[in-house]
């Protein structure tokens, strides 16, 4: 190694989730030999996230199974992981990151890489023990905790919030045998992500499943001699409960940052190289917005995405551009949910669209919802349709006859390569 | 070692790799550059077809359930969240048929 190089400030990574995780492996891969520090604040080894609202909860795969990797595998590839040690400020001019205890780090370059963390509920007896939240791995082994007890004892659980994360831990408990309650204020499950219609057909979904599901109702409070006993609702029902469950959304994890004077707008905002405005720092995962830009569209929009995959690829990308690339971070966006038996995954990205064109029958449990504006494919939900997600995520910003995508008889691989 | 047809030359395109079964290994077979080339076809992270995945440049597939992508000419993991290699396999064509070489 050259001697500069030896006595420059290490690449810091802060943030050990998989976008922490998978830049800096980039940056090994990419050839980099220069010290890599990831500062994280979770006691855990780097771990799946994605698990733990399914097979983890589920109890279909060990514990050990979550994490990305072994401790001597850092070692093996000279990534110094400092597990624990929470950033607590940055400093654009001294390049410096100060860590909880008082230490502090120079950075020759900085990724920004502190993902998001769950927004709590504020209403009357919200600190009761026995509500739970879901983002982390001592998180879901506290859930699975709750599960198992309440399965001895035949209780119920009130998930509150019907995203993702209440969707699918509302799924997991009901396989499990509990009695489920899942209150969401918006009128179907899902709406900001999937819309009206596909939303009400995961309505349908969790009720063929026996959840009792009510919508447009919230928490007015819990309330409980020392533990949560019972959650009232803004409708005024009461609904008791062995424990509670609280999925309400995140918020990026961007606190530390308030007074660095990096732009945040919900997220640190990037460029598409994944820089933000401080030179040599960049920012990726949950905590990044950034411009996305729609296959053949011509304007920009800008997003915060909360999906593994983005925060694998992005991570990447910042990765690369540290070392000095310029690679436009230009992917189209991806997600997938497991419910029951439904394996959904989802590609593009759409906030607002004109039609929803449905290929297959929900009620078969296989089906496909392109979402259209303008004539063309935005975003596509496919339920059931695994071996399709490649000449799908093809079909994004392609214009093409709806008539023809709702035809199941259309091959999607022969469609996929007309555009 | 057991030398195995698996196909006829034309069956496999750049870019369209496709599956095959061979002594029970599942196998995916790749033409890039005028080049075949055979991987284990099941993704190392958990268990899905590569040959159902996407070509993201020449040499790279990337699994469509996570986003693991590997090295076709090796089968090494190239990006989390797979750490295993799925393993290569000699691969050549011969009279026009496409020919995998594997252990018994
Ligand atoms: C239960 C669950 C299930 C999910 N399921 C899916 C799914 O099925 N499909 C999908 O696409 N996505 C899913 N997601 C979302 C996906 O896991 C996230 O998008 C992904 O984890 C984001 O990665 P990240 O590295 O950007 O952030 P994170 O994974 O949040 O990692 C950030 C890390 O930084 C740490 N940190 C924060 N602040 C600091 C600080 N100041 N100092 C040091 N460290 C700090 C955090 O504690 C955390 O460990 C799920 C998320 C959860 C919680
Ligand atoms: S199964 Fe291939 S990345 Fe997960």
Redesign the interface.
Known sequence: MAEAQASRPPVVVVGGG?AG??AA??LR?EGFDGRIVVVGDERALPY?R?PLSKEFLLGAIPEAKVF??AAE?YGAQDIELRTGTRATRLDVAQRRVELAGGESIAYDRLLLATGSEPVRLHVPGADLPGIRYLRTLDDARALAAEIASARASGGRVVVVGAGFIGAEVAADCRMLGLDVTLIEALPVPMLRALGAEMGGVFAELHRAHGVDLRLGEGVAAFRGAGRVEEVVTTSGARLGCAFAVVGVGVRPATEWLRDAGLTLENGVVVDCFCATTAPGVFAAGDVARWPYMMADATEPEMVRLEH??NA??QA?VAARNMLGQQTPFAPTP?F?SDQYDWKAQYVGYARTWERVVVRGRPEDGAFIAFYLTGGRICAALAVNH??E??PL?KLIGAALDPARLADAGEDLRGLSRQR | MAVVTVGNEDDVQEGQPFRVEVEGTPIAIFLAQGELYAIGDTCTHEE??LA???MVDDYTVEC????ARFDIRTGRA????A?GTAGSYPVWVEDGVIKVEVEE
């Open positions: 998989i995780a998978s492996e980039t891969r799946e994605p990305l990797r595998e593994w995959d694998l690829r990447e991806y997938w695994v071996r997600l490649v995520k | 899905f077809s159902d995945g996407e469509a359930l996570h986003g190239l990006s989390l969240p750490t």
